[in-house]
């Protein structure tokens, strides 16, 4: 191997074999260059050897790829010493470095090692196998750091995910048993985080039992850090007494002094059932509508599922300083259930063209092929069978929460 002009090819260029390893050597002194060379040659490493005499030369191939090794002199035209070595470990932070030192330097190899070096060779100290093992060991190293590092951080989200599934997805607080609850949460395609979607339930020592279900705009941490935000603000002003267009008013006003960005906004419904009486009111702001099952009865042999579109504002946060939100009273079957959701759960795309999505229509006759299951099943049921719709068109995007109360 000749380190010609061959020898400066760009690391970029095609492997040969499959397992060949990719080395960028970076060192001024051609004579140290050939020396490399031969013992790589020696070391039974199939390696393919790319010079860069400067660190800007170095620097310009490091922006074109990555390779499996880089050995870094210290002593370099354009850098010295450790400003060598932090130049490149912040150009390419991906590939393990292996410092080479003179005889009367290892106190400097010692030093790179602390700052971020695999490991050092000394030069004229140094025999094939020596170096080979040090560049499969610090390829191996590097792998290693890098795994570590990757395991960390997924528990890192796993934690932040416990966090926020606790402040956005709380248990339901009822104290009767008029009304069950079922409630999912499903994150869309690739989410590290929970997104912004939230519900609620909780029952007032009246009876009523209040719903709740809102979604942020957007996704990551801020967005789910407001959703929290909104739905402990929800339940403090219902658990005190706090109710109808009240409610809204306090919670826009909560959105615009908390958002990180003017331009999120929030969707919400907000229902107060009474399951002794069979009604209820409800109140929207921007959030899609809610389904309604009628179990079969005399008057229809089969059970039913219908779209309820109450009256409703715009989103929180979307006309500052808005205060009309309307409220709708409901009446309600003798027996059913009210299922709420997020828009996740309609808005997947049908194709892999990506031009039609399931919506609200689309919804509604899936849901009603399950409306003769009992709600953990209905709900986990129209869930499974929207995602198996939406793979067409790449998984869901959004997250999708879901309510169901069902009464007898």
């Avoid at 104290?175 to 339930?201: I, M, N, S």
């Avoid at 009474?274 to 389904?291: K, Q």
Wanted: net charge negative.
């Amino acid at each position: 191997m000749a380190l010609g002009a061959a020898a400066h090819a760009a690391v970029s260029e095609p492997r040969g074999e499959q397992d060949e390893l990719v080395v960028l050597l970076i060192e001024d002194d051609p004579g140290d260059s050939l020396l490399v060379e031969e013992l790589l040659a020696d070391s039974r490493i199939s390696a393919r050897l790319t010079w860069a005499p400067s660190l800007g030369e170095a620097c310009r191939l490091l922006e074109r790829s990555v390779p499996h090794c880089i050995l870094l002199d210290l002593h370099l035209p354009d850098a010295q010493g450790m400003d060598a070595l932090s130049r490149i470990l912040e150009v390419s932070p991906r590939a393990p470095v292996v410092v080479l030192t003179g005889l009367a330097e290892e106190s400097a190899g010692l030093a790179a090692v602390a700052a971020g070096a695999q490991d050092y060779l000394v030069k004229g100290r140094v025999d094939p196998e020596l170096f080979g093992r040090t560049v499969r060991y610090s390829i191996q190293r590097k792998q290693a750091e890098q795994a570590a590092a990757a395991l960390q951080a997924e528990r890192l989200r796993a934690q932040e995910n416990a966090r926020l599934e606790r402040g956005l997805l709380p248990s339901p607080l009822l104290t009767g048993t008029e009304v069950e609850v079922v409630a999912r949460y499903q994150p869309g395609r690739a989410q590290a985080l929970l997104g912004g979607d939230f519900y609620d339930v909780v029952q007032t020592p009246d009876g009523i039992i209040h719903a709740l279900i809102g979604d942020v705009s957007g996704h990551g941490p801020d967005e789910a850090a407001l959703g929290v935000c909104l739905r402990i603000a929800w339940r403090t002003l219902v658990l005190s007494g706090t109710s109808g267009p009240v409610v809204f008013r306090r919670l826009e006003q909560i959105m615009t002094a908390e958002r990180s960005r003017p331009e999120l906004f929030a969707t919400v419904s907000s229902i107060a059932l009474e399951p002794r009486a069979r009604r209820m009111r409800v109140m929207r702001a921007g959030h899609p509508g809610m389904l309604l099952r009628r179990p079969a009865g005399p008057d229809s042999p089969e059970p039913g599922v219908d779209l309820l579109e109450p009256d409703y504002g715009p989103a929180l946060g979307l006309v500052p300083g808005y205060t009309g939100w309307p409220h709708e009273d409901l009446e309600l079957p003798p027996a059913g259930a009210l299922v709420l959701f997020t828009d996740g759960l309609f808005e997947g795309r049908t194709t892999s063209s990506g031009t039609q999505r399931l919506g609200e229509t689309g919804l509604v006759d899936l849901a009603r092929r399950h409306a003769h299951l009992s709600g953990p099943h209905f709900v986990d049921s129209v869930i499974n069978e929207v995602e198996t719709i939406a793979a067409a068109g790449g998984g869901l995007a959004d997250d999708v929460a879901v309510v169901h109360m069902e009464w007898k």
